[in-house]
């Protein structure tokens, strides 16, 4: 008999809330406990946290919609649907309870790139438009560079890109 899978998982920052809760799934279940390891180790120091570059490391770059979802829920503290800016300067402690505080111009910073409807939040679909637009915008401009494609070819990429980003 299969039997659903709870573990413990570290949630959020000292002094705001309890640190623990009981959950179906951790980020461990998703993501390699090495690569957000490694992420957390690249940004130690106050100041140097980038999105983009910790999507990469954690490996929430490579991961499907339905993966970014299931990630969104678990970072989503208050399960509102929303990280809104006062659980983001937490972010990195859903990956480790012991992880420092976003600074306040990081936060400010990572609201700004994330939040693509513009009210002030980060929902789900905000996280995998983001996601997308970096990753393939990156996947596109390099196969535009090494291909030596013109500019008309370049510029339906980009049509096809904005197209993939609304769906």
């Given at each position: 008999?299969?039997?659903?899978?709870?573990?413990?998982?570290?949630?959020?920052?000292?002094?705001?809330?309890?640190?623990?809760?009981?959950s179906k799934m951790s980020l461990t279940d998703i993501l390699?406990?090495?690569?957000?390891a490694a992420a957390l180790r690249d940004c130690q120091a106050?100041?140097?946290?980038?999105?983009?570059?910790?999507?990469?490391?954690?490996?929430?770059?490579?991961?499907?919609?339905?993966?970014?979802?299931?990630?969104?829920?678990?970072?989503?503290?208050?399960?509102?649907?929303?990280?809104?800016?006062?659980?983001?300067?937490?972010?990195?402690?859903?990956?480790?309870?012991?992880?420092?505080?976003?600074?306040?111009?990081?936060?400010?910073?990572?609201?700004?790139?994330?939040?693509?409807?513009?009210?002030?939040?980060?929902?789900?679909?905000?996280?995998?438009?983001?996601?997308?637009?970096?990753?393939?915008?990156?996947?596109?401009?390099?196969?535009?560079?090494?291909?030596?494609?013109?500019?008309?070819?370049?510029?339906?990429?980009?049509?096809?890109?904005?197209?993939?980003?609304?769906?």
């Amino acid at each position: 008999m299969l039997r659903p899978r709870w573990s413990w998982q570290q949630v959020t920052a000292v002094g705001t809330e309890n640190c623990s809760r009981w959950s179906k799934m951790s980020l461990t279940d998703i993501l390699s406990p090495s690569d957000i390891a490694a992420a957390l180790r690249d940004c130690q120091a106050p100041d140097s946290f980038s999105p983009k570059k910790f999507f990469q490391i954690s490996g929430m770059s490579k991961k499907s919609s339905s993966q970014l979802k299931d990630i969104f829920r678990i970072l989503d503290n208050d399960q509102s649907g929303f990280i809104e800016e006062d659980e983001l300067k937490y972010f990195l402690q859903r990956f480790e309870c012991g992880a420092r505080v976003l600074t306040s111009s990081e936060t400010k910073t990572f609201l700004a790139a994330a939040d693509h409807d513009g009210d002030g939040k980060i929902g789900a679909e905000d996280l995998r438009i983001w996601n997308t637009f970096w990753y393939q915008w990156e996947f596109w401009l390099h196969k535009a560079l090494w291909t030596k494609l013109e500019v008309p070819q370049i510029t339906q990429m980009c049509v096809r890109l904005a197209a993939q980003i609304q769906s």
